[in-house]
C-alpha cells in the first residue's frame, strides 16, 4: 500500500495519492481547470513538501489536461485559435510575474502579496462566478432556449475600436487579438504570484469577458492549461529538481481517468450548474485560506518554499 | 615425621594463598557492554515505508541502559511563522538552529532524569535539555531568537517523526555473568538516507560507565535510486521524460475511452 517517493523524501499510501488524482482530475474534466489550486494543498496535507507538491502537481496537470483536451476537441470544444492567443500572453505574463516574485523575496514581500492575492482573486471570482450563475439560472428558467440561437457576440464600446479585430469562429464571438493577449498576460501574472496554472482565473476571464460559451472554454482552457504546464514541469525539474516523478505518475493514473469521467459528466450538466459548482469550491478553498491566515497553527515552524 | 609436618604446613599455606588470590577476584567477571543492530544497512526501496530495528547486546548485571539513534550533529535552516500587521498568521523570516542532529531518538531502561546526572546527561547528549544546552539559535534578520522557539523546535521535529524519547523501553534479560538486553525501534521513513549511529550508554550510581556503538546506514536502492540520480544528474532529461510520459498517458486513456464506446 505505500510507495517511497524519490524526491519527495517520504513514504505515501498510493491508494490514497490516486483517489486524490481521481477527484481533482474529475474536476478538470467538468470544469476546465489544472486543480492546481486544490491538489497542492492537498499533497501538502498527506507529508509533502511544499515546492515539491506544486512542482508534481504541474507534472501531472499535463496529464490530466492531456486526457480532457483530447475528450474536449472530439466533442468540437477546442477554439485553438483563442487558445493560442491566450498562451501567448500567459507565457508572457509568467516570465514577468516570476520577476515580479524574485523582487519582492528579495524585498520580504512576497509571503504576504501570495496569501492576499489567493484571498482576493479567490474570493472575488468565486462570488462574483456564483452570484452570476444563480441570476443566470433563474433566466434561463423564465425564457428558456433563447440563449442557444443567440447571435456572435461582438466586444462592445473602446474594446470594438482596439486594432486587429478577429473572428473567432468556434466561440462565435469577435474581439481585438490584443484582448486575448493581454488579458492572458494578466492571468500568467497572477498564476506566477500565486504558483499555480491559471485556469481557476482564466475559466471566468473567458466566459465573462471574452463571453466564449461554457463548453467551449472548458476545452480551450484544458488546451491552454497543457502547454503552460508542460513549460513549468520542465522548468521545476530542470532548475529546482522538484518534480517527483513516481508521485506525479501516481496522480495522473487517477486524473486522466478522472478527467474523462468529468467530461461525460460535464455533458450531463447545464453550463450555468457548472459554473455554480465551479463558484462553491473556489469560495470554499477560499474560506480554508481565510481560516489558516487568521487562527494560530499548531506548528509555528515550516520548512522554506510553499505558500 | 617433621619432614610430613613441614608439607602439611606448606600446603596449608598454599590453600590460604589460593584463597586471598581467589577472594579478591570478582565472583563473576563482569560482562563487558556490547552492541549489535539489525538490519545496519536500511535500503530504501519502491516500496519502503520505514524499518523495524533490533538493537541488541550484553552489559553488566544491574546496569541502567540507554540507547541513542543520532546523525550527525549540523545546522538546521526553518522559516518561522508570525503574525504580520496583528493579523494573518504566516511565514515571517528564517530561523537557524546550530549544532543539533536531523535525527535524535533515546531510548532507555528507566527515567533518563533519576539514571543519569545532569553532568552526564549534558556530556552525552542524553535528553532534550542537553539538545538544548549544546545548540544556539539565529535569525537571519540579527533579532535575538526567544528560547520558547526551541520548544517550537522540538514540537517540529516530533511531528515529523524525527525526534522521539522514549524511557522503559528497553527490555532487559538477567543471567548469571550479566544481562542481555534487546530494544525494537520503529525507524521512520522520514529520516533521509544517510549514516546514523546508534550508541549504548551503560549508567550505575548516577554515572556513565561504559559505552559501545554501532553504524546505519539508509540508502536509496533500485528504482528510487535511479530515478533520484537521473533528477539531480540529468534534469533536462529528466523533465523531458516527465512531460512526454504524463502526456502520452493522458492521450493513451482518452484513446482507451473512445474505444470504449465514447464516440463525440
Known sequence: ?307 | MLRNKVSVNGLLALLAGLFFIVAALPATPAQALTCQVSPDDIPINLFYNGATLTVTGTSGPGDDLLVKISSTTGDVHLKYKGKASGLFWMKMGNMEFKNVPNVYMLYSTGSIETMVDAAGRTANVLGYDALRAGSTMERTDGVEVEAKWFDEYLKFKKAENLYNVQEGTIVRRHGETGDEYTLTVAWPFQAPPANYTVEVFAVRDGQVVDRASAPITVEQAGVVKQLSGLAFNNPAVYGVLAVIIAMVAGFAVGAIFKKGGGSH
Not at chain 1, 21 to 26: E, N, R, S, T
Not at chain 1, 198 to 203: A, I, S, Y
Not at chain 1, 205 to 220: A, S
Not at chain 1, 273 to 289: D, F, N, P, R, Y
Request: net charge positive; with cysteine.
Open chain 1, 1 to 307: 500500500m505505500f510507495m517511497y517517493l524519490p524526491i519527495a523524501l517520504t513514504s505515501v499510501n498510493y491508494l490514497v495519492v490516486t483517489g486524490l488524482g481521481l477527484a481533482v482530475g474529475l474536476l478538470s474534466g467538468l470544469f476546465g481547470v489544472g486543480g492546481g489550486f486544490l491538489m497542492t494543498p492537498l499533497l501538502m496535507m498527506i507529508g509533502i513538501p511544499p515546492t515539491i507538491a506544486a512542482a508534481t502537481d504541474a507534472n501531472q496537470i499535463v496529464a490530466a489536461s492531456a486526457s480532457g483536451t483530447l475528450a474536449h476537441w472530439r466533442l468540437g470544444n477546442v477554439d485553438y485559435k483563442m487558445g493560442l492567443y491566450l498562451l501567448i500572453g500567459g507565457f508572457v505574463g509568467g516570465a514577468a510575474g516570476v520577476q515580479v516574485i524574485k523582487i519582492l523575496r528579495a524585498t520580504g514581500g512576497a509571503d504576504f502579496l501570495i496569501k492576499m492575492t489567493y484571498v482576493v482573486m479567490l474570493g472575488v471570482v468565486g462570488s462574483f462566478m456564483f452570484v452570476e450563475s444563480l441570476n443566470a439560472m433563474r433566466k434561463s428558467k423564465a425564457n428558456a432556449g433563447a440563449s442557444e440561437a443567440a447571435p456572435a457576440k461582438k466586444s462592445g464600446g473602446l474594446l470594438s475600436k482596439l486594432p486587429m479585430q478577429t473572428v473567432f469562429e468556434k466561440s462565435g464571438v469577435t474581439h481585438s487579438a490584443l484582448l486575448p493577449l493581454g488579458l492572458g498576460t494578466f492571468v500568467g501574472v497572477l498564476a506566477a504570484i500565486m504558483g499555480v496554472g491559471g485556469g481557476f482565473l482564466m475559466v471566468p476571464v473567458m466566459i465573462y469577458l471574452l463571453r466564449m460559451p461554457m463548453h467551449v472554454v472548458v476545452g480551450t482552457s484544458l488546451f491552454q492549461i497543457m502547454f503552460t504546464c508542460t513549460e513549468v514541469t520542465f522548468l521545476q525539474a530542470y532548475s529546482n529538481r522538484t518534480v517527483d516523478f513516481l508521485l506525479a505518475l501516481l496522480l495522473l493514473i487517477g486524473s486522466v481517468f478522472g478527467a474523462q469521467i468529468g467530461t461525460i459528466l460535464g455533458r450531463k450538466l447545464h453550463g450555468e450548474q457548472l459554473k455554480v459548482l465551479l463558484s462553491i469550491i473556489v469560495l470554499a478553498v477560499t474560506v480554508k485560506i481565510i481560516l489558516e491566515l487568521v487562527m494560530e497553527p499548531s506548528l509555528l515552524l515550516a520548512y522554506a518554499g510553499g505558500h
